[in-house]
């Protein structure tokens, strides 16, 4: 790295100004990582930017502009704030941006509304029409999943001609495949996209409009959030349909695990949890267990503790659950469950708790408070996955010295080792099936070794507790992909042509979900 960058990182959500899922505690703290991995005129200009969404603080009015939305002219306000970034003794701050108009963004909700792809297009011309505004021109646009995919497309077809635009690079994360972004191609117009990019080796999926594919096609770089995914949605299994793209964009594809912030993630200065303490004082995460037992109602008993902390849908593997619950309840332990999502696994959860009372707890909620309180408090936390991009649970449950359970996909194989099968570096228990007996083994090899080898328990806990999974790790690799994508960007490689994908009979479409 022979120079500091000037970037610009597009989120439709970041921490802590809008939050619904894992890429917002993503957006908010790469940001920070990029700035501090350097000091002085060494350190990287990173910037963030996202909507302004009903409850996100105002910020500073900077500039506005008027927008074409098809026979609509829309404006967009931007307002500036920032946030705090440290690492070590050194501390800086990293400006934030909001994208503001009243008539897309002033609503309750982030996603799942009807006019999305009018509100993510307007999102992302905005962004690309601040930037005069602001004085301010990236080396590289690093945008996250689907709603700021088309910022690629109209920096490659709408901007080329245009002197400051020119040069400009774009990294492109895929956070989870399964939310694309898919519209009525009668959204065309509105977007300002031509009627000739909607075609397979444009944005054209299905006969649909599918964000996440314009992303995938014009970014000069792509990737997502662990080596394991970067390979999985290469394959039908995993690839939702744009496997076919994502294999002839093989070379610029990559993976890197995401990290957490250690700041926020600190069990020896959390003020959210019950009781301090660090990898030297692991004993006392028994009164972390005891103080969680209390506050959700369950027997204040010395025995194994096992916690999940999940949205509740299919991805996360719960519907392993109900063939190992009878063993469960009649095991010695306790379970703990935290989340919200499909009516079917609260409902099931929650039955679950009320005919055992003094072995299950479950809350459906989104609770952070109380999330940190069962990662510091559990012994053990499940994530029995059927894909995860990464995952960060896992990452915190270690940081907090809880040792995981989980299925050996995506970021859950490239951070979790068996310890079975190599006790010396194993840092949780790993099963490969998507069988509840796989599932059921790998807790009950975990529940083993907790009752019968203590001290080789405490030795794990110890030991998940010094690994590094922070942000400063990831933030270097980032730097590296951005280097890739510049000298792509430099030697202006054409992606084109692109081939057509699969016919439509020869894979299923996906869900039209949102993240």
Same mark, same amino acid.
């Given at each position: 790295?022979?120079?500091?960058?000037?970037?610009?990182?597009?989120?439709?959500?970041?921490?802590?100004?809008?939050?619904?899922?894992?890429?917002?505690?993503?957006?908010?703290?790469?940001?920070?990582?990029?700035?501090?991995?350097?000091?002085?005129?060494?350190?990287?200009?990173?910037?963030?930017?996202?909507?302004?969404?009903?409850?996100?603080?105002?910020?500073?009015?900077?500039?506005?502009?008027?927008?074409?939305?098809?026979?609509?002219?829309?404006?967009?306000?931007?307002?500036?704030?920032?946030?705090?970034? #440290?690492?070590?003794?050194?501390?800086? $701050?990293?400006?934030?941006?909001?994208?503001?108009?009243?008539?897309?963004?002033?609503?309750?909700?982030?996603?799942?509304?009807?006019?999305?792809?009018?509100?993510?297009?307007?999102?992302?011309?905005?962004?690309?029409?601040?930037?005069?505004?602001?004085?301010?021109?990236?080396?590289?646009?690093?945008?996250?999943?689907?709603?700021?995919?088309?910022?690629?497309?109209?920096?490659?077809?709408?901007?080329?001609?245009?002197?400051?635009?020119?040069?400009?690079?774009?990294?492109?994360?895929?956070?989870?495949?399964?939310?694309?972004?898919?519209?009525?191609?009668?959204?065309?117009?509105?977007?300002?996209?031509?009627?000739?990019?909607?075609?397979?080796?444009?944005?054209?999926?299905?006969?649909?409009?599918?964000? !996440?594919?314009?992303?995938?096609?014009?970014?000069?770089?792509?990737?997502?959030? $662990?080596?394991?995914?970067?390979?999985?949605?290469?394959?039908?299994?995993?690839?939702?349909?744009?496997?076919?793209?994502?294999?002839?964009?093989?070379?610029? &594809?990559?993976?890197?695990?995401?990290?957490?912030?250690?700041?926020?993630?600190?069990?020896?200065?959390?003020?959210?949890?019950?009781?301090?303490?660090?990898?030297?004082?692991?004993?006392?995460?028994?009164?972390?267990? =005891?103080?969680?037992?209390?506050?959700?109602?369950?027997?204040? =008993?010395?025995?194994?503790?096992?916690?999940?902390?999940? =949205?509740?849908?299919?991805?996360?593997?719960?519907?392993? *659950?109900?063939?190992?619950?009878?063993?469960?309840?009649?095991?010695?332990?306790?379970?703990?469950?935290?989340?919200?999502?499909?009516?079917?696994?609260?409902?099931?959860?929650?039955?679950?708790?009320?005919?055992?009372?003094?072995?299950?707890?479950?809350?459906?909620?989104?609770?952070?408070?109380?999330?940190?309180?069962?990662?510091?408090?559990?012994?053990?936390?499940? !994530?029995?996955?059927?894909?995860?991009?990464?995952?960060?649970?896992?990452?915190?449950? !270690? /940081?907090?010295?809880?040792?995981?359970?989980? /299925?050996?996909?995506?970021?859950?194989?490239?951070?979790?080792?068996?310890?079975?099968?190599?006790?010396?570096?194993?840092?949780?228990?790993? *099963?490969?099936?998507?069988?509840?007996?796989?599932? &059921?083994?790998?807790? /009950?090899?975990?529940? /083993?070794?907790?009752?019968?080898?203590?001290?080789?328990?405490?030795?794990?806990?110890?030991?998940?507790?010094?690994?590094? *999974?922070?942000?400063? #790790?990831?933030?270097?690799?980032?730097?590296?992909?951005?280097?890739?994508?510049?000298?792509?960007?430099?030697?202006?490689?054409?992606?084109?042509?692109?081939?057509?994908?699969?016919?439509?009979?020869?894979?299923?479409?996906?869900?039209?979900?949102?993240?």
């Amino acid at each position: 790295m022979d120079r500091n960058l000037k970037i610009l990182i597009v989120a439709p959500e970041a921490n802590p100004f809008a939050k619904v899922g894992g890429l917002a505690d993503v957006a908010g703290s790469l940001p920070k990582a990029l700035a501090t991995l350097s000091e002085g005129e060494l350190a990287h200009d990173v910037r963030l930017v996202l909507p302004k969404y009903q409850g996100v603080p105002d910020g500073d009015y900077i500039a506005d502009f008027p927008v074409s939305m098809g026979s609509n002219i829309q404006t967009a306000i931007i307002r500036a704030s920032q946030m705090d970034a #440290k690492y070590g003794n050194y501390t800086t $701050s990293v400006p934030v941006y909001f994208i503001d108009n009243y008539h897309y963004f002033d609503r309750p909700g982030i996603y799942a509304h009807t006019d999305d792809a009018e509100r993510f297009g307007f999102f992302c011309q905005a962004v690309l029409g601040m930037l005069p505004h602001l004085g301010f021109k990236p080396d590289l646009i690093h945008c996250n999943d689907w709603q700021s995919g088309l910022i690629p497309l109209y920096l490659r077809n709408k901007y080329n001609q245009n002197p400051f635009f020119q040069g400009i690079s774009t990294v492109f994360t895929i956070h989870n495949l399964q939310y694309q972004g898919l519209f009525s191609p009668a959204v065309l117009p509105q977007l300002d996209i031509p009627t000739s990019l909607f075609t397979p080796k444009g944005i054209e999926f299905y006969g649909q409009v599918n964000f !996440m594919k314009a992303g995938i096609v014009y970014a000069d770089v792509i990737n997502t959030v $662990s080596q394991t995914y970067a390979r999985e949605i290469l394959t039908p299994e995993f690839g939702v349909g744009l496997e076919g793209l994502l294999r002839q964009r093989k070379a610029d &594809l990559f993976g890197i695990v995401n990290g957490i912030n250690y700041h926020e993630f600190n069990p020896e200065t959390d003020p959210r949890i019950y009781v301090n303490y660090n990898h030297l004082s692991p004993e006392l995460k028994k009164e972390n267990k =005891r103080a969680l037992q209390n506050e959700v109602g369950l027997p204040i =008993r010395d025995l194994p503790v096992l916690g999940l902390v999940s =949205r509740l849908v299919s991805q996360k593997g719960l519907d392993l *659950f109900p063939a190992i619950f009878d063993w469960l309840t009649k095991e010695d332990v306790q379970l703990v469950f935290l989340g919200e999502g499909d009516r079917y696994y609260e409902n099931l959860l929650q039955e679950l708790a009320q005919r055992y009372p003094d072995k299950v707890s479950t809350t459906i909620a989104f609770n952070a408070v109380l999330a940190q309180r069962i990662y510091a408090g559990v012994d053990i936390f499940l !994530m029995p996955s059927a894909f995860e991009p990464c995952g960060l649970g896992q990452l915190i449950s !270690m /940081r907090y010295g809880t040792i995981p359970v989980v /299925r050996s996909t995506g970021g859950l194989a490239d951070t979790v080792y068996d310890y079975t099968t190599n006790p010396l570096y194993g840092n949780g228990f790993v *099963f490969r099936e998507l069988q509840p007996a796989a599932f &059921l083994d790998a807790i /009950r090899r975990a529940l /083993r070794v907790y009752r019968e080898k203590p001290q080789a328990w405490r030795e794990l806990v110890t030991r998940v507790m010094l690994q590094d *999974f922070s942000w400063a #790790k990831s933030g270097a690799s980032y730097v590296e992909l951005y280097q890739k994508a510049l000298a792509k960007k430099a030697r202006s490689i054409s992606h084109y042509p692109v081939e057509p994908l699969m016919e439509p009979s020869a894979a299923p479409a996906p869900e039209n979900a949102y993240s």
